[in-house]
């Protein structure tokens, strides 16, 4: 982990902040472990060289102590996942948990209980990163999820913890979303999907900067339709964004980046599942009928661009996937991508909704990388820095 090869963690406390931020359902039962199995190598390797470990996360955004927000319903995955029983803390900082951090063997796990139950968390408050510091002799970021939040537990506490490493997880997001988009084998392919321009013009601009194609989906393409004169019929725009869409087009051009938007969309009579559709030109979308996926055309030629590339990344839906009848066109190029990622493509799937898509395609072990992060992941692409990364001594 990091540089703590030439530590000697044998008996020494690990504070590791990870991202447990999972989705429970109403019986607190995790819905998607994936965050949790993403956490296992660091945890493992530190626990294999006699560490004591501390974990530490949030869950949710509790307002205050909230029973609904505790962590307790992951302890028999983690435990299950590492072949160990993991203690869990009523609280994260205290003397209870001072106890148990001292009672906790070579080779233990103690969880801690929502480090945002403390709203000094989100605040970055010294004094109480100080008292997370103060239970361990080292820190190792593992929460990428999480590094673009400068709080207590992801940044505040390295000014007192040192050394402060990345974990395992931290550091193959980074080699992806980092190292493979700033040196990338070419041709270099960016797809970006989603419903909103407005979401996404960070991580387009930056990108048109780096890569050979871009291709457009999702519900953000009908503004950059109406901004072409196009009749979109009520599809969702952003009226506000429509020179925007404009200068990026020409920014495309500019840089001599071919950038692909569908030339045919499955149009739907109203936004729900059991809508009637059709596939209509997209430069002609009837009224009172609006766009909700990419049509059979478009999938086609996408399909054949990406053909001749070495390296791809994917950002948002091509439609509506949520709704069977307009998850075609999504579910396409996650299987496309997987083909490719299996032919020796860097595939590279960043940000909430792709991850979604591919997983519901049972597509997740295909590529080459699916990041943990949404926000992060985001914030990555659109070049800014993270202070979860930055606070790490190697930065
Ligand atoms: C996430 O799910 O994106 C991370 O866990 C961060 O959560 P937050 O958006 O509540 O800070």
Same mark, same amino acid.
């Given at each position: 982990?990091?540089?703590?090869?030439?530590?000697?963690?044998?008996?020494?406390?690990?504070?590791?902040?990870?991202?447990?931020?999972?989705?429970?359902?109403?019986?607190?039962?995790?819905?998607?472990?994936?965050?949790? %199995?993403?956490?296992?190598?660091?945890?493992?390797?530190?626990?294999?060289?006699?560490?004591?470990?501390?974990?530490?996360?949030?869950? @949710?955004?509790?307002?205050?102590?909230?029973?609904?927000?505790?962590?307790?319903?992951?302890?028999?995955?983690?435990?299950?996942?590492?072949?160990?029983?993991?203690?869990?803390?009523? =609280?994260?900082?205290?003397?209870?948990?001072?106890?148990?951090?001292?009672?906790?063997?070579?080779?233990?796990?103690?969880?801690?209980?929502?480090?945002?139950?403390?709203?000094?968390?989100?605040?970055? =408050?010294?004094?109480?990163?100080?008292?997370?510091?103060?239970?361990?002799?080292?820190?190792?970021?593992?929460?990428?999820?999480?590094?673009?939040?400068?709080?207590?537990?992801?940044?505040?506490?390295?000014?007192?913890?040192?050394?402060?490493?990345?974990?395992?997880?931290?550091?193959?997001?980074?080699?992806?979303?980092?190292?493979?988009?700033?040196?990338?084998? %070419?041709?270099? !392919?960016?797809?970006?999907?989603?419903?909103?321009?407005?979401?996404?013009?960070?991580?387009?601009?930056?990108?048109?900067?780096?890569? =050979?194609?871009?291709?457009?989906? @999702?519900?953000?393409?009908?503004?950059?339709?109406?901004?072409?004169?196009?009749?979109?019929?009520?599809?969702?725009?952003?009226?506000?964004?429509?020179?925007? !869409?404009?200068?990026?087009?020409?920014?495309?051009?500019?840089? @001599?980046?071919?950038?692909?938007?569908?030339?045919?969309?499955?149009? !739907?009579?109203?936004?729900?599942?059991?809508?009637?559709?059709?596939?209509?030109?997209?430069?002609?979308?009837?009224?009172?009928?609006?766009?909700?996926?990419?049509?059979?055309?478009?999938?086609?030629?996408?399909?054949?661009?990406?053909?001749?590339?070495?390296?791809?990344?994917?950002?948002?839906?091509?439609?509506?996937?949520?709704?069977?009848?307009?998850?075609?066109?999504?579910?396409?190029?996650?299987?496309?991508?997987?083909?490719?990622?299996?032919?020796?493509?860097?595939?590279?799937?960043?940000?909430?909704?792709?991850?979604?898509?591919?997983?519901?395609? @049972?597509?997740?072990?295909?590529?080459?990388?699916?990041?943990?992060?949404?926000?992060?992941?985001?914030?990555?692409?659109?070049?800014?820095?993270?202070?979860?990364?930055?606070?790490?001594?190697?930065?």
């Amino acid at each position: 982990v990091g540089d703590l090869k030439e530590h000697d963690l044998k008996g020494k406390r690990v504070f590791v902040r990870v991202d447990l931020n999972v989705p429970l359902d109403d019986s607190q039962k995790i819905t998607d472990d994936t965050r949790v %199995r993403a956490a296992v190598p660091t945890i493992k390797s530190l626990m294999e060289h006699g560490a004591r470990v501390i974990l530490c996360s949030h869950l @949710g955004r509790p307002k205050g102590v909230t029973p609904k927000y505790s962590l307790k319903p992951l302890v028999p995955r983690i435990s299950e996942l590492l072949g160990v029983n993991v203690e869990m803390a009523n =609280d994260c900082i205290g003397e209870e948990v001072e106890k148990m951090v001292a009672a906790l063997p070579d080779g233990g796990v103690l969880l801690l209980e929502n480090v945002r139950f403390y709203k000094e968390e989100e605040k970055n =408050d010294p004094g109480f990163a100080k008292k997370l510091a103060s239970l361990a002799d080292l820190y190792v970021n593992d929460a990428f999820g999480t590094a673009h939040r400068a709080h207590a537990s992801t940044e505040g506490v390295t000014k007192f913890l040192k050394p402060a490493v990345a974990g395992y997880l931290m550091q193959k997001e980074l080699d992806y979303l980092v190292g493979a988009v700033a040196n990338p084998k %070419r041709p270099f !392919a960016a797809i970006v999907g989603g419903s909103k321009v407005s979401t996404k013009i960070g991580v387009m601009e930056s990108l048109l900067e780096k890569v =050979d194609l871009l291709l457009l989906g @999702g519900g953000m393409i009908f503004t950059f339709y109406k901004a072409q004169g196009y009749s979109v019929g009520s599809s969702l725009v952003e009226e506000d964004k429509l020179i925007l !869409a404009t200068s990026l087009l020409e920014k495309a051009k500019s840089k @001599g980046v071919s950038l692909l938007l569908p030339t045919d969309v499955v149009a !739907a009579d109203k936004f729900a599942a059991d809508a009637n559709c059709m596939v209509v030109p997209a430069s002609g979308i009837p009224d009172g009928w609006m766009g909700l996926d990419i049509g059979p055309d478009s999938i086609k030629a996408f399909s054949e661009s990406l053909d001749t590339t070495k390296t791809i990344i994917w950002n948002g839906p091509m439609g509506v996937f949520e709704f069977e009848k307009f998850a075609v066109g999504t579910e396409a190029i996650a299987k496309k991508l997987a083909d490719l990622s299996v032919a020796g493509v860097t595939t590279i799937i960043g940000g909430g909704d792709s991850v979604a898509a591919v997983e519901k395609a @049972g597509l997740a072990d295909k590529m080459s990388h699916i990041s943990t992060g949404g926000g992060a992941s985001l914030e990555l692409l659109e070049g800014k820095s993270l202070p979860g990364v930055l606070a790490l001594d190697d930065a």
